[in-house]
């Protein structure tokens, strides 16, 4: 059975950063593809960042260059670390592995952002 597990997630002011972890089990990080999603109500879930199984990475533009996507295979975890973090980046965060063309999910964990 497969199971991720998000955390990190908290209050921050504007500029600050955050550090989320997915555990995952019943899979291996290591030979999957990995991502974090995120979701604020009303509107879809959306693609924050992706880790390909060879290694590719994918951001949305408007996270470039302050998110940053990796997977740990010998704690079977991925982490978002997230810089400058704007009042926009407040959302669910959903962490998302794939394996053989089939998703799993996480529960979530709450981001906000504000002062």
């Known amino acids: 059975q497969v199971q991720l597990v998000e955390s990190g997630g908290d209050l921050v002011q504007p500029g600050g950063s955050l550090s989320l972890s997915c555990a995952a089990s019943g899979i291996f990080v290591s030979t999957s593809g990995v991502g974090w999603y995120r979701q604020t109500p009303g509107k879809q879930r959306e693609l924050v960042a992706m880790?390909?199984?060879?290694?590719?990475?994918n951001y949305a533009d408007s996270v470039k260059g302050r998110f940053t996507i990796s997977k740990n295979s010998a704690k079977n975890t991925v982490s978002l670390q997230m810089n400058n973090l704007k009042p926009e980046d407040t959302a669910i965060y959903y962490c998302?592995?794939?394996?053989?063309?089939?998703?799993?999910w996480g529960q979530g964990t709450q981001v906000t952002v504000s002062s």
């Open positions: 880790l390909s199984r060879l290694g590719r990475t």
């Open positions: 998302n592995v794939i394996r053989d063309g089939r998703d799993y």
